[in-house]
């Protein structure tokens, strides 16, 4: 049986020819030349025009593609190199930093962590010091006005006396008067405690025109009369009386100072225990040697007690030291007195508080978050203190009848 087969349409190849390639044949051959002529770019019109009327003219040498620049292979170093520059820069760092960290050894509480760091400080300390390798931390030091901070000095320098023996006088002792003309010096200084009531007492001080603040704030956190290695401040505090010739010195000390160990104790001196006679008696030598050394330089020592805290025992061990110190200010009347915070600082009950009522019933925060510290409050509560007692000591008010009478001549 025979298929029958269409005739092939219009669009469909015939034999492979289709109807655009008759077209495309039809068209004159000047028609395409043109067409293909524009489709070139002029350069290379003008080359193939060259070439085609001098057949001599050699031909263009094909260029060569650019090679790209072979791939640097990175090889990591050897991990021993590293090892070696980590090593040499913390050796270099230990005999720079000797003699801050042989200080600090020193430092350390009484036991056998301090006596290894000693055995490994101090000879580091030595060669550092050999190499001349301390001299830049040194310069540094120096630069900051800190030259003393690498010294270890546990020399209690104090008057080689008690305290003078003073005869009672009848009546009401004549109070010093200052006035604008004449105005009272003070300067404060101690340990982290004394930082804000100090801002206060300044404050305060700078508000009363017969009151001359100097010499700054002078609070050093860590430091205190058991450890002069630490800080010396037997040393410090007579030096700024002679530099700043102060009529009042505020102190604060004993924050840090509830320990059982003690540096620059007297030949044959041992301490044996916290709280012990033998410690009390240190510890009062110390503080009374410090309010004798500023009455031999005619300055008046006020000295702040410390306060009640949120830890039961810390509050024991400064109520021992409070003891000493009130006792060691009541030997000396007329040259030096006690400020106790502790009752000023106590709840209702007696025990610790944050807040307390101010004169208008409202609460304020007077405490640090640490149980310890003092916030604004609390060190304005302190301030009010010491310029009242000022007030019993000195005449700081009765400049203000005779500016009242000048003006009303």
Not at 60 to 79: C, I, N
Not at 364 to 371: E, H, S
Request: glycine fraction near 10%.
């Amino acid at each position: 049986m025979s298929s029958s087969r269409l005739p092939p349409s219009g669009d469909e190849p015939v034999g492979g020819w289709s109807l655009e390639d008759a077209a495309a044949e039809q068209r004159s051959p000047t028609e395409g030349g043109d067409r293909a002529a524009e489709q070139r770019s002029p350069t290379e019109r003008g080359d193939r025009a060259g070439r085609a009327a001098d057949p001599l003219a050699p031909k263009p040498r094909p260029r060569r593609p650019k090679k790209e620049p072979p791939p640097v292979e990175r090889r990591p170093g050897p991990a021993g190199h590293a090892l070696v520059v980590v090593v040499v820069a913390l050796l270099a760092s230990l005999f720079l930093n000797a003699p801050g960290l042989h200080k600090s050894s020193h430092s350390l509480e009484d036991g056998w962590q301090r006596d290894v760091a000693l055995a490994v400080t101090g000879p580091l300390d030595s060669v550092s010091h050999a190499l001349l390798l301390d001299r830049p931390r040194a310069a540094v030091k120096a630069a900051l006005g800190r030259s003393a901070d690498d010294t270890i000095d546990t020399d209690v320098a104090l008057p080689a006396s008690g305290p003078a023996t003073t005869t009672p006088t009848s009546g009401t002792p004549v109070r010093k008067v200052f006035t604008r003309e004449k105005q009272l010096r003070l300067w404060v200084a101690g340990d982290s405690l004394v930082v804000v009531p100090a801002e206060s007492i300044v404050r305060a001080a700078g508000a009363s025109p017969v009151i001359e603040p100097v010499g700054g704030i002078d609070g050093r956190v860590a430091t205190g009369l058991e450890r002069p290695d630490v800080f010396n401040w037997f040393r410090h505090i007579p030096r700024r009386l002679r530099e700043l010739r102060p009529g009042v010195v505020v102190l604060g000390f004993g924050g840090n100072d509830d320990h059982g160990y003690m540096t620059g104790l007297p030949e044959g001196v041992t301490i044996d225990g916290f709280d012990t006679p033998s410690w009390r008696r240190e510890y009062g030598r110390r503080a009374g040697g410090l309010m004798d050394a500023a009455a031999r330089a005619g300055v008046f020592v006020v000295w702040i007690g410390l306060p009640i805290t949120r830890d039961q025992e810390q509050t024991r061990r400064f109520d021992a030291i409070n003891a000493v110190v009130a006792a060691q200010a009541r030997k000396r009347p007329g040259r030096a007195l006690y400020v106790d915070t502790y009752t000023t600082f106590a709840s209702n009950t007696g025990g610790f508080t944050e807040y307390l009522e101010d004169t208008s019933g409202r609460l304020i925060k007077v405490r640090a978050a640490d149980g310890v510290h003092f916030e604004r409050a609390g060190g304005d509560m302190i301030a009010r203190e010491v310029l009242r007692q000022l007030n019993r000591v000195f005449d700081l008010t009765s400049w203000r009848k005779r500016v009242a009478g000048q003006a009303a001549a």
